[in-house]
Structure formats: structure tokens, C-alpha cells
């Protein structure tokens, strides 16, 4: 069965085309740094919010009409592959990602459950033998079901941390099965509502314990993903142990676990916990655990995660020039975590939202490009701190004074000359980049 049967292959044709159907900016075989657009961005498809969302919030019921609407249980679950396959064949995306009961109804034990997973990923993988279409990462959904109402790794019953583990095992059998490139660790319910009941030390602890059980059994089976930890401020819990990447680093220093783990960093996650995406990108870059890319965008007047798809040039500016500083996202990608507004909810508006996402990663990428080719902001920073490249900043920065000589050097100095940020001009700068881009 075709289920998207009036839209062809997505091509690419300019900035000057008038199709809906066409990239205006991502050209897949275009090379920029050495690499082709492909294999710097390396898109990938959200199974969840592409196949699995209905569009209902917590006001209303769902909207999307979907061609595989008519189905249900497993017959729901296989239409939802072929239909998958078909769009990433037609979209021409190198990568997907889903959650375990994305592409497999739960049953009623775990056992039944995969059971279940084992007929789809057995379909999964007969369709990723004549497809281009390969697993950027898989994970479990250790948050919807009420078992994890009081967490899942962190929660207070045992049973509930044993049926975590046992989910993530299986999860890693399967990524190992489809080949993914990475496995995330997204913990939504690993949390606490107030300290007035919570034991906050055995809740990290027991956290720890299950990271370490999970790397064990990946050297114990072979499995070569990247582990990849993706931060979360709040909702659905009030407080998140992973709230940004800095607490999450310090969380796996703390326990021993930083040569295991990088990050899965999400546009929205980040401004919800009140940074901007490229703090989390550089924060992450610096430390050298930058991972992969939850490639999205809230909306910055509402207080919670609407998952918008990317559309700020601004934002993907900005975040593919710290992604080309740190050398590309290396087994990770670029996966749009995102779906489409609740109005929008013909089948047709899927290719058109992906489309708008990949170019506007596409002419953040070009811009971003120049931007380092130029060494603009480069040069901007090493004259913003150059008072450290002689004199005494020389001697704080190589280790050769001490408080005694720093006191000593400052004592008798009258005013210290300061220069200007000048953030108003560099920001004009970024606007002329940005602004040549796209008159060209």
C-alpha cells in the first residue's frame, strides 16, 4: 500500500522555487567543509511525533488524519513501518529514531510486550535491508505508563526499577539488532515532586547503579552505540536530575560514568531550563561531550515543551557553528524531535514541516560555514582576551605567579582600562552573514 500516493520524492531546486514539495536550501550532495550537507547534518525522523501523535493535548481530543488510521493493535504497528519507510525514501532522510512503544503495542507483561517488539523490529529490519534509511537511536519509554508514576530507575519500588532495566536490556538487543549508531537515556519521570518524602541520595544512587548495570551488559553483548544522556528542566516531573548538561556532567562525575555517557542535546529542553541552545551546544563542546541533536524549538511566551519543528535561522546559525567547531555531531545527528501544530493535521503537512527544518539546518550550516572561514567571532573573542596573551595575564594563564605577585602587580594601579563588548556591532555582523546568505 502507498500511503502518501500524490507526493513524489523531495528534490532539491533553490531558493528561487515556488514548490512546497522541494528543498530551497539542503542540498544533500553539496559539500561545505570538506563534507556534503548529508553528512554534516545527518537528519534523522522522530518515529513518535511523525507516525505515533494524534495531535490531542490536554484540552482536546486528537486531530490528525493519517492513512493508517483504520488499523489497530499489531496490524496498526506494521502499517505504521510501511509507512515509515515510505516517507523516509521519499523525503530522503538517512536516519530515524523511536522509543520502544512507538513501533510495538505493550502487552499485558513484559514478556508479551517483546514478543510484540520482536514481530516489528523483524519488519523493521527486512525494510532496512533495501533502504538507505539507517538507526540513529532507539530508546525505552520508561515515562507514560503508570508503573513509572514515582519514577522509573529512581523510583521508590524495586519492581519498578527491576522492569526499567529489563526494558533498556532489551532495548540495547534491539539497537544492536537494527544497528543503531547511538541509545538515549531520556529521563522524564526520574524526578521528585517535593522533599517531604523523597530520599534524594538513594534516588541518585540507584540512578548510578542502574548506568552502570547498562554499560556492563553493552561490553557483555557487543553493543557499540553511543550512550547519549538527554537534560530536561522540568515536565513532566516538577524536579529533574538531568535539569541542563552541567548537571548532568556533574552527575556522571560524580559517579564515575564520563567515559560512558555524552549528551543528546534538545532546542527546547534548553529554554525551558533557561539557557539558549548554543550555551548547552558549547557547554557540552568544551567538555567534549557533545553527542547528538534533538532539532527542535519551543515557543518562548508558553512554559512547557511544545516541540515545535525549527524555523529560527538565528538559532541553527548559532548551533551549527559550535557543531562545526566540535568537529560534527560524530555517530550522532540531527533528529527532529518535532511535530506538527494540531491544526496542521493533513498527511501532506509532515513533509512540509521536515522540509522547513532541513533547510533551515541547511542555511545555518552555510552561514555558520562562513562565519568560521572568516574567523569572525574568533578574532572577536581573542581581542576581547588578549590582555592574557602578555604581561601578567600570561603568567596567570601558565601557571607562573602566585596571590603574592598578583597583589604585588595591582597594588599601586590606579584605573583599570576596560574595552567595549561592542555586542550591538557583532550582532549587526551576524545579521550582514546572514542577510548575504540569502540574497545570493
Not at 490536554?58 to 483504520?70: I, K, L, N, V, Y
Not at 515509515?84 to 536516519?95: C, I, M, N, R, S
Not at 552502570?212 to 552505540?225: K, L, P, S, T
Request: proline share 3%; hydrophobic share 35%; charged share 25%.
Amino acid at each position: 500500500m502507498e500511503y502518501f500516493k500524490d507526493i513524489s520524492r523531495i528534490a532539491y531546486e533553490g531558493p528561487q522555487s515556488t514548490n512546497p514539495f522541494a528543498f530551497k536550501y539542503y542540498h544533500p550532495e553539496e559539500k561545505v567543509q570538506g563534507k556534503t550537507m548529508e553528512e554534516h547534518l545527518r537528519f534523522s525522523v522522530a518515529y513518535w511525533h511523525t507516525f505515533v501523535e494524534n495531535g490531542s493535548d490536554p484540552f482536546g481530543a486528537g486531530t490528525m488524519e493519517r492513512p493508517w488510521d483504520g488499523y489497530t493493535g499489531m496490524d496498526l504497528a506494521k502499517a505504521r513501518v510501511e509507512a515509515a519507510f515510505e516517507f523516509f525514501e521519499k523525503l530522503g532522510v538517512p536516519y530515524f529514531c523511536f522509543h520502544d512503544v512507538d513501533i510495538a503495542p505493550e502487552g499485558n507483561t513484559l514478556r508479551e510486550t517483546n514478543r510484540n517488539l520482536d514481530t516489528i523490529v523483524g519488519m523493521i529490519k527486512e525494510y532496512m535491508k533495501d533502504s538507505n534509511t539507517k538507526l540513529l537511536w532507539n530508546t525505552a519509554n520508561n515515562f507514560t505508563h503508570p508503573r513509572f508514576i514515582h519514577g522509573a530507575a529512581t523510583s521508590n519500588n524495586a519492581d519498578v526499577f527491576a522492569y526499567t532495566a529489563a526494558k533498556v536490556k532489551k532495548g540495547l538487543e534491539i539497537g544492536k539488532e537494527l544497528g543503531g549508531e547511538n541509545y538515549v537515556f531520556w529521563g522524564g519521570r526520574e524526578g521528585y515532586e517535593t522533599l517531604l518524602n523523597t530520599d534524594m541520595k538513594q534516588e541518585l544512587d540507584n540512578l548510578a547503579r542502574f548506568f552502570h548495570m547498562v554499560v556492563n551488559y553493552a561490553e557483555e553483548i557487543g553493543y557499540e552505540g553511543q550512550f547519549l544522556i538527554e537534560p530536561k528542566p522540568k515536565e513532566p516531573m516538577k524536579h529533574l536530575y538531568d535539569f541542563d548538561v552541567a548537571t548532568g556532567y556533574a552527575f556522571l562525575q560524580n559517579y564515575g560514568l564520563t567515559d560512558h555517557f555524552k549528551f543528546n542535546i534538545e532546542a527546547n529542553h534548553a529554554t525551558l531550563a533557561g539557557h539558549t541552545f548554543e550555551h548547552e551546544l558549547h557547554y557540552a563542546r568544551i567538555h567534549n561531550i557533545l553527542g547528538s541533536v534533538d532539532a527542535n524549538q519551543g515557543d518562548l511566551l508558553l512554559g512547557w515543551d511544545t516541540d515545535e519543528f525549527p524555523s529560527d535561522l538565528y538559532s541553527s546559525v548559532l548551533a551549527m557553528y559550535e557543531i562545526l567547531k566540535n568537529g560534527g555531531l560524530g555517530k550522532g545527528g540531527l533528529n527532529f524531535d518535532a511535530k506538527v501544530r494540531r491544526g496542521s493535521f493533513k498527511p501532506e503537512d509532515l513533509f512540509h514541516a521536515h522540509i522547513s527544518g532541513m533547510d533551515t539546518y541547511a542555511a545555518g550550516l552555510k552561514v555558520a560555514s562562513r562565519l568560521l572561514d572568516d574567523g569572525v567571532l574568533e578574532d572577536i573573542t581573542a581581542e576581547r582576551y588578549s590582555s592574557y596573551g602578555e604581561g601578567i595575564g600570561a603568567d596567570i594563564v601558565n601557571n607562573r605567579t602566585d596571590i603574592h605577585k598578583l597583589e604585588e602587580h595591582i597594588l599601586d594601579t590606579g584605573s583599570i582600562e576596560h574595552q567595549s563588548g561592542r555586542l550591538e556591532k557583532i550582532r549587526s555582523i551576524l545579521n550582514q552573514y546572514l542577510l548575504t546568505e540569502f540574497s545570493r
